[in-house]
T-cell receptor, first 111, second 116 residues
């Protein structure tokens, strides 16, 4: 069964700082990888996804993620965060007709 | 907005009762997946329905059951509720084409269930 590991569950940073959230997965098959975001009071939304091709994928709101197969990683980055990026971020790997999620990163951006 | 809707938004039940949660999938989608999200945790896969049949199940007991209807909407039923069933229940819809990769799941707002 697939699994996902996310570190640094709570992240606090100031506006304009850079953000990087780590995601390591375990799955033996072809990977489909996702980052979802949950803003306060809102539902889970797709931020970006990787199926194949260019390992650097760009998502909404200036986010990007890099798939590194040799490291089983799919880290999320944003060069300069805004207060509105305060949210919980989940990495997920798809396999066997299901998504396996990590425990999430609670990110707080201080104005 | 994903077009995935869930009802009710909140629900309070007592231990031992039964509950039914509902989900309407996004137009054009044929698959519904259900997840349980406990406080402070990531969503955990319960099961998936594809063309009205169960298409995968997570590590949940049989008292968690589901249905998918011809219009691709779905229900999650939980019998003999336990305190630990208190959680946010998420429904996700997607378009699944057999033999093709690249299914993306879009989530609804969830139903928050409290079991007392």
């Amino acid at each position: 069964a697939q699994s996902v590991s996310q570190h640094n569950h709570h992240v606090i940073l100031s506006e304009a700082a850079s953000l990087e959230l780590g995601c390591n997965y375990s799955y033996g098959g072809t990977v489909n990888l996702f980052w979802y975001v949950q803003y306060p009071g809102q539902h889970l939304q797709l931020l970006l996804k990787y199926f194949s091709g260019d390992p650097l994928v760009k998502g909404i709101k200036g986010f990007e993620a890099e798939f590194i197969k040799s490291k089983f990683s799919f880290n999320l980055r944003k060069p300069s965060v805004q207060w509105s990026d305060t949210a919980e971020y989940f990495c997920a790997v798809k396999g066997n007709n299901r998504l396996a999620f990590g425990k999430g990163n609670q990110v707080v951006v201080i104005p | 907005e994903t077009g995935v809707t869930q009802s009710p938004t909140h629900l309070i039940k007592t231990r031992g009762q039964q509950v039914t949660l509902r989900c309407s999938s996004q137009s054009g989608h044929n698959t519904v997946s259900w997840y349980q999200q406990a406080l402070g945790q990531g969503p955990q896969f319960i099961f998936q329905y594809y063309r009205e049949e169960e298409n995968g199940r997570g590590n949940f007991p049989p008292r968690f059951s589901g249905l998918q209807f011809p219009n691709y909407s779905s229900e999650l039923n939980v019998n003999a509720l336990e305190l630990d069933d208190s959680a946010l229940y998420l429904c996700a819809s997607s378009y699944l084409a057999r033999g093709k990769l690249g299914e993306t799941q879009y989530f609804g707002p969830g139903t928050r269930l409290l079991v007392l």
